[in-house]
C-alpha cells in the first residue's frame, strides 16, 4: 500500500437517526450544525471532502452545501456510504468519519493520518472503552474495496467486526473522548450539542 494516493474525506450523515428522534447530522453546535463542524474537521488532513448521505436526503439544506456522494446500496449501515465512495473513486484511500461525534480534534484525526498503514487494510483508533476497532473514524485504503465487499457477499454488515475480522492496525487514541457519539437524547444532554427546535 502506498501513502501517496490521495486522502479524500467522507463524512458519514446517511443514518436515520431513530434512537436520537432528529436528524444527528442538524444538531446545533454553537450556531453551526454537526455536520458542518465534522466536515470542516475532515478538510483540515484531507484533500477533497464528501458528505455521504441517502437518495431521499440529497435536497436537504445543510447537505446539499457539500459535495455529496449518494448511498449506491439499501440495508448496509454506514458500509453502504463507504462502498459507494470507493465505487466512485476507486484509486483514493478514504478518511471516514460519522457526523456525530462532537469531541472530534483535529489532533486526533492528524494522528490518524499520520500513522496510516502501509501493510494492513485498514487504520483505526481502538475504543477507549473496549478496545476493539473504531470503524467510523479510520482509514479504508483503496485496496480494502474488496475486503468489505466480500464481507457484504457473506452476509456481514457490521464495520466493527469487519475491522475486527481484518489485519486492521489499532492506535491508542490521543484523547479518550474524541470518538464518543451521541446516539440518544440522554447522549445529547451531556453533550457540547443542542437539538434544534
Given at each position: ?126 475504543s ?10 479510520a ?30 492496525q ?28
Open positions: 500500500m502506498s501513502r501517496k494516493r490521495p486522502l479524500f474525506g467522507l463524512v458519514l450523515a446517511g443514518g436515520r437517526s431513530r434512537r436520537m428522534g432528529q436528524d444527528k447530522a442538524l444538531l446545533d453546535r454553537d450556531g453551526q450544525s454537526q455536520l458542518a463542524f465534522a466536515m470542516s474537521a475532515v478538510a483540515s488532513v484531507t484533500e477533497l471532502q464528501f458528505v455521504s448521505t441517502r437518495a431521499d436526503q440529497q435536497e436537504d439544506a445543510e447537505r446539499s452545501r457539500y459535495a455529496q456522494i449518494v448511498d449506491r446500496y439499501d440495508d448496509l449501515g454506514p458500509v453502504a456510504g463507504v462502498l459507494s465512495a470507493m465505487d466512485e473513486y476507486p484509486e483514493v484511500d478514504w478518511l471516514v468519519v460519522a457526523c456525530d461525534l462532537p469531541n472530534l480534534d483535529e489532533a486526533t484525526l492528524t494522528e490518524l493520518v499520520d500513522s496510516r498503514a502501509e501493510d494492513a487494510p485498514f487504520t483505526a483508533y481502538r477507549s472503552y473496549d478496545e476493539l476497532p473504531e470503524p467510523l473514524c482509514i479504508y485504503p483503496a485496496e480494502s474495496h474488496a475486503i468489505l465487499r466480500g464481507f457484504v457477499d457473506e452476509g456481514l454488515k457490521c464495520p466493527r467486526k469487519m475491522l475486527i475480522r481484518s489485519e486492521t489499532l492506535l491508542a487514541q490521543p484523547n479518550p473522548a474524541a470518538l464518543d457519539n451521541v446516539n440518544t437524547p440522554d447522549d445529547l444532554a451531556g453533550s457540547v450539542l443542542k437539538a434544534n427546535g
